[in-house]
Each structure stands twice: as C-alpha cells, then as structure tokens.
T-cell receptor, first 113, second 110 residues
Framework: GDSVTQMEGPVTLSEEAFLTINCTYT??????LFWYVQYPGEGLQLLLK?????DKGSNKGFEATYRKETTSFHLEKGSVQVSDSAVYFC????????????FGKGTKLSVKP | TAGITQAPTSQILAAGRSMTLRCTQD?????MYWYRQDLGLGLRLIHY???????GKGEVPDGYSVSRANTDDFPLTLASAVPSQTSVYFC?????????FGQGTRLTVV
C-alpha cells in the first residue's frame, strides 16, 4: 500500500545549523506531497507542498523538491532558529482528496541556542 | 478567525463509557476528517466525510462512528471506550487545496 517513511528523530541542532529531514514515499500513482509542522501543544499546520514532479515547495526558509525518480521529498533549511523546534511530518495524498493524508511517523527537531 | 474548533480539549474517560468528541468548522469546507495521533505512529485516519450526508472509513475505523448532518459539524463517537483508544484526536477540514487541523483533543481511557 501507499506509505511515507521519514527519518527518525529526535534531531538536535545548534542555531544557524543546516537542516535536512529525509522523506521517501511509496505510492501507486502520482501523489501530492506535503510537509506539516506541529509546534508544542498545537495542531498541525501546512508548511509547504508540491503537487507534481520537480515542483519545489518553499515557506519560512524551508524547501523541499518533489523527486519522482527517487520518490523523495526531503525537507531542508539553511539556517535553523530556536523557534523552528517542532515535530515535522511528511505526508502524501491523491487527487481531489487532499485532506485524506498518509503521514510519516514524524521527526522531532530541537534547536539549541 | 476560528477555523476548526474541537471540544473538549482533554478528557479522562472510564473504560466502557461512551463519549462524543465535537468538531466544528466555519470555513464551509465540504471535506472533513478525524485522525488519531499516537507516539511513534504519526497520524492515522479514522473516518472522513467528503460532503454533508456522507461518511467513509479510514485506516483505523473500528470502535468509532461519525455523522455529518450538516457542513459545519463532524462529531466522533466512541460507543464503548477501551484503553487502546487513549490518544490525541485531531479533526481537520479541507478545501481540496489546503487541509486545516484543529488543536486536538487529548483522551485518556482508564
């Protein structure tokens, strides 16, 4: 079945370090890909998305490129801040059912000053 | 802007009791969803509704029921709670471009 695999955490970085969180997917067809962020005590918020191969999603300094050849959607940020500490979820969905999401297990990021 | 409102925020429930988790959205989205979040498992879809009057089963529907009498409300009912239903429950709605999540309900079944 369709699934999302993301790197296990927790990930601990110093402020201004480079961030990569790996995400790969298995899907029958051509899904849309998402990164959601969950700050402590809150619900999930959409961070960025890409709907077709080679699309790059970007927001708040985060980027991810939809790589069909490697079935990947890795999240990157050049310089993390303490305020980026959160749990990050990679997810996919199909067609018109954008809310019917298949999530990875989440990666907890802690950024130290 | 309210967005999605869930109630209660948290609840401790005795095993065998029933409970309804409430979810209301003010964005007039047709599609709504219930997910549960468990440590190490991410979020899993329980039930969904593509439009008022229709519902469908997600990945983990057993022990839960939903109804969609109107566009705004999508309650989730546990008829007879069991400890394995201890989780954080998130309601979501979608306009098929972006999905919005509520703040969650933390449920503990003892």
């Amino acid at each position: 079945g369709d699934s999302v695999t993301q790197m296990e955490g927790p990930v601990t970085l110093s402020e201004e370090a480079f961030l990569t969180i790996n995400c790969t997917y298995t899907a029958t067809g051509y899904p849309s890909l998402f990164w959601y962020v969950q700050y402590p005590g809150e619900g999930l918020q959409l961070l960025l998305k890409a709907t077709k191969a080679d699309d790059k999603g970007s927001n708040k300094g985060f980027e991810a490129t939809y790589r069909k050849e490697t079935t990947s959607f890795h999240l990157e940020k050049g310089s993390v801040q303490v305020s980026d500490s959160a749990v990050y979820f990679c997810a996919l969905s199909f067609g018109g059912s954008q809310g019917n999401l298949i999530f990875g297990k989440g990666t907890k990021l802690s950024v130290k000053p | 802007t309210a967005g999605i409102t869930q109630a209660p925020t948290s609840q401790i429930l005795a095993a065998g009791r029933s409970m309804t988790l409430r979810c209301t959205q003010d964005m007039r989205h047709n599609a709504m969803y219930w997910y549960r979040q468990d440590l190490g498992l991410g979020l899993r879809l329980i039930h969904y509704s593509n439009t008022a009057g229709t519902t469908g089963k997600g990945e983990v529907p057993d022990g839960y029921s939903v109804s969609r009498a109107n566009t705004d409300d999508f309650p989730l009912t546990l008829a007879s709670a069991v400890p394995s239903q201890t989780s954080v429950y998130f309601c979501a709605s979608s306009d098929h471009r972006v999905t919005f999540f509520g703040q969650g309900t933390r449920l503990t079944v003892v």
